[in-house]
């Protein structure tokens, strides 16, 4: 048997390390040629191989390669595509069968959350049904730090770095005008329905008292309120008030603040997210001037302040799932494990996709203070490791030098196109 | 006659390296100990003087001033508070003499935007006429780059970084996804009356093409039809469409974009700002999705992403006006100067208060290209310099470890009080 070809996808929102993994999974890859052939990779994710549009990243430079590990966003691109049941759309895993066996591919690499690793562990059980038996080998990543029986996501580490340098930045320009300017400023992270960004922003605080003063996470009912109390107790006791408030933030009947049922002049529905609505109900309520920002996007691909540790489990993970490949490993993830050490230390773990599929990890409740608006420092003890350190990227000419990927593409072999 | 005092204050809307220009003014006056006695800061600025709440620079240790280089917002507390003209409150200028006598206070460093160096020129007048001579000097600050005679204010370097480095990782972010996902993406910048900023936003650009593909700039009147078609272009023809929008985007009547005169359901104004308001337009209109973020005190507080170059020149400005007050200099601000050289380099000019005042300096027509959707070359190669270098500050626990002031006020000498 000729040796099997690799296939590797992003999957689902794009991160500041994915491409660290990709880097990890192409660099251990071709550590290993007398295994692994050459490591297509998907254009934009599993689309990609639903059309047969494979990026060869052989004809990518030894130098490109490595410089996906400092390149935010999908370098070869990614998709929101959730394959159907294998009851509803069997013509979509068929297919999907019938490129890899075209191109050899004996590897399939699938990079992302929870939805994608249920597609894997989907995807490699009915290969081995229909006698195309695949190594199908799950790579993790989420901002949202939502897969269960790994420690942390890779992804998650550099937004909450992100989240908690930029709340403690603004908080300190809010503090230093609060007496004659403004006194309420609401963050808005993602995070639509685990609150670990809005946790990441509780790590600006050095001492209790510092902002920010409340956090909002989606795992607490709001409650208007007990809101207005605490901003307004805030503003009168330190000046100021800074909110870091999910995206998911909702009211005990599950209507999310940010769809609150309000619509501008044509009729559409509000605009804005939770942030604005926030602020405009501090100010309807209790007067105080406000700022609001919403961070979206900027928020996950900042590599430019990405946590050292995040990209270091980034790429770990990516070589790790090769080397569970070449172990003879199949239908798993590989996981980071927590170390019971007094300093920070982690390894390798490995979870079965089966496991990882559809659970979703949110904040336990632990984490949050009494009162709903805070960090416990069980929290905090958790969240600190996994920003530390800090890993620029090269600069020229003042902004950061990312790197482009030629994404050369494979000839197509197969006749019929497929439209998904 | 006893060597006289100093006082220094912050004013308006703070930057990541207005610090850094306090930075300056001490420690170029801790080196001048037989000309200038204390230096005195404003708690919150002006409105610290008003109050007689001084705070003791004396008091800080070396290390925290040296620390004030890499420390983002205003360590003293600033203040959005306009001095009337002396017609209009005479007692608030006696007020300053007042103060400024019992502390025997000799030199007044005002490091503000356009109002304060309007402020800091009528008030070297006053002293003038009622017989209180004290050197009167200005040091620039603005993140809007708006002030005239200086070929760019500190502050700006810092904000263009982080502006033109989060909208090249925003793009990668949104090309990388909009196959299946968001196609137009904007990003709300600030800048009410110049588009310096938004300018900024083009420097991401590598090359024709590049994102960002539209900027909207304040100096351009907003045509909503010229803007639809260009999205909808540009989404056919890249896949994606990235924005960036001044907070001062208007129509040709003048309206902002902002306040559209849309209202929630409680008749509220609209709350969102101009990015909420263009993407529900583009969606309205063109269908395509969307994504929005609005950086607000983010970017002007981001230090962690600070331009060398701009903090450089805060410094210098801060060191500058100290040596002009012991040169004798009087009512003037120090400037920066561009030179003629092939490479960028600047040297230490000055401007009179008196022509600094009550000009704004927009971006020049020959900045904007004719569609008025983009940044000519001559734009770029006047911003590109000011983004150069990093100057990272030091991290501690994963998170930047700025520093913060005992803030000691000095003993009123005066008994009664003001109220501003």
């Known amino acids: 048997m000729s040796k099997k070809n690799a296939f590797y996808a992003q999957s689902g929102g794009v991160t500041a390390v994915i491409n660290a993994s990709a880097c990890g999974v192409i660099e251990t890859a071709r550590l290993h040629k007398k295994e692994i052939g050459t490591v ?38 990614s998709c929101r595509y959730k394959l159907k049941s294998i009851e509803d759309n069997r013509a979509e895993y068929e297919r999907l069968i019938e490129v890899f066996k075209a191109h050899n591919i004996g590897y399939f690499f699938y990079n992302g959350g929870g939805d994608s690793q249920d597609t894997t562990n989907k995807f490699a059980q009915f290969s081995k049904d229909v006698g195309y038996p695949i190594t199908c080998i799950g790579i ?11 420690d942390n996501c890779p992804g998650f580490g550099s937004v909450a770095k992100y989240v908690a340098v930029s709340t403690r930045e603004a908080s300190m320009d809010v503090a230093s005008m ?62 100021y008030c800074v909110i870091v408030v999910s995206e998911g933030a909702h009211y005990a009947d599950g209507t999310f603040l940010a769809d609150a049922g309000t619509t501008d002049a044509f009729g559409h529905a509000q605009l804005g997210g939770v942030a604005p609505t926030l602020a ?30 995040d990209v270091e ?16 490993k199949n239908a798993v993830m590989p996981t980071i494990v927590r170390k019971k050490t007094k300093k920070y230390s982690w390894t390798i773990g490995e979870a079965p996709l089966s496991k990882v599929a559809n659970v979703e990890k949110k904040l336990p409740k632990g984490y949050i203070t009494r009162d709903g608006f805070g960090i416990t420092p069980s929290c905090r003890a958790y969240l600190e490791p996994l920003i530390q350190g800090e890993d620029y990227p090269p600069y020229k000419n003042g902004l950061p030098a990312y790197v482009k990927i030629k994404g050369q593409l494979v000839p197509k072999k197969l006749k019929e196109s497929f439209s998904e």
């Open 40 to 77: 297509y990779a998907g254009r934009n994710g599993i689309i990609g191989a639903l059309r047969e549009e494979l990026i060869d990243t052989s004809k990518e430079s030894k130098k490109t390669i490595a410089g996906l590990r400092y390149t935010p966003s999908g370098a070869f691109g």
């Open 313 to 328: 489990q980034a790429y770990a993970m990516g070589k790790a799932a090769v080397e569970f490949a070449l172990a003879g």
């Open 140 to 150: 993790p990543k989420t901002v949202d730090n939502d897969l269960p029986l790994t």
């Open 178 to 239: 609060c007496e004659s300017s403004t006194k309420v400023f609401v963050l808005e992270v993602m995070g639509r329905h685990a609150g670990w960004i809005a946790a990441a922003g509780g790590l600006a605080a050095e001492q209790a008292g510092d902002p920010p003063h409340i956090i909002i996470f989606p795992e607490v009912a709001f409650d208007q309120k007990k809101f207005l109390a605490r901003v307004d107790k805030t503003v009168k006791e330190k000046g």
């Open 280 to 309: 405009e109900m501090v100010k309807a309520n209790l007067g105080y001037k406000y700022h609001w920002a919403v961070s979206d996007y900027l928020q996950r691909s900042a590599r430019h302040i990405a946590s050292a540790t």
